[in-house]
């Protein structure tokens, strides 16, 4: 089964300064990850998704990730973190369950909080 | 588009009662819909898949009598949380999935159910 580890619960930057949000998986086959980001009381984003075409993945609101295979990474980074950036962010992997059922596998989130 | 609605956005309900949860694909049709659950500053924990048409797939732990689902048309799945307890008490989500998309999912807003 495929899991993910995001590394850092919390992570704390200042406005306009750099955002790095670390990602890794397990996978025994190539795999599909996401990144979502869920603002309080409310559902999950989609900001972004490898699909295995381009490593390097661009998103909404400015964030991009880079799958690395040898490292078995797709972090999510932003170059210059906004107030408005503070929020939780999960990172996904998609897993087929015994059945072949495609299903999301998350980590257990990293929220972001933005210094003035 | 692919906007997925949910409906009550929050609820309170006494014990031993029993509370259902819609959830709606708006603007597309989805053969498949997921229905999550978060613990205050968790992850998603996926319950159950539901396809259009046929009984939903549980996942490991989560009790089939107790959180009922329902898929009977192509826009709307529903959870039924019957003879609900505080423990039930969470932020339920859910998710829907076009049909032919292997890994999109569109995830509404989220249903806070507290359990008096």
């Known amino acids: 089964a495929q899991s993910v580890t995001q590394l850092g619960s919390h992570v704390s930057v200042s406005e306009g300064a750099l955002v790095l949000l670390r990602c890794n998986y397990s996978?025994?086959?190539?795999?599909?990850l996401f990144w979502y980001v869920q603002y309080p009381n409310q559902g999950l984003q989609l900001l972004l998704k490898?699909?295995?075409?381009?490593?390097l993945v661009k998103g909404i609101n400015g964030f991009e990730a880079e799958f690395k295979k040898s490292e078995t990474s797709f972090h999510l980074t932003k170059p210059s973190a906004h107030m408005s950036d503070a929020a939780e962010y999960f990172c996904?992997?998609?897993?087929?369950?015994?059945?072949?059922?495609?299903?999301?596998?998350f980590g257990k989130g990293t929220k972001l909080t933005v210094n003035p | 588009g692919a906007v997925v609605s949910q409906h009550p956005s929050w609820v309170i309900c006494k014990s031993g009662t029993s509370v259902k949860i819609e959830c709606r694909s708006l603007?597309?049709?989805?053969?498949?819909m997921f229905w999550y659950r978060q613990f205050p500053k968790q992850s998603l924990m996926l319950m159950a898949t539901?396809?259009?048409?046929?009984?939903?797939?549980?996942e490991q732990g989560v009790e089939k009598d107790k959180f009922l689902i329902n898929h009977a048309s192509l826009t709307l799945s529903t959870l039924t949380v019957t003879s609900a307890h505080p423990e039930d008490s969470s932020f339920y989500i859910c998710?829907?999935?076009?049909?032919?998309?292997?890994?999109?999912?569109?995830f509404g807003p989220g249903t806070r159910l507290t359990v008096t």
């Open positions: 998710s829907a999935r076009r049909g032919g998309g292997r890994y999109e999912q569109y």
């Open positions: 996978s025994s086959v190539p795999p599909y």
């Open positions: 490898y699909t295995s075409a381009a490593t």
């Open positions: 996904a992997v998609s897993d087929l369950d015994q059945g072949g059922s495609e299903k999301l596998v």
């Open positions: 603007d597309f049709q989805a053969t498949t």
């Open positions: 539901s396809n259009e048409g046929s009984k939903a797939t549980y």
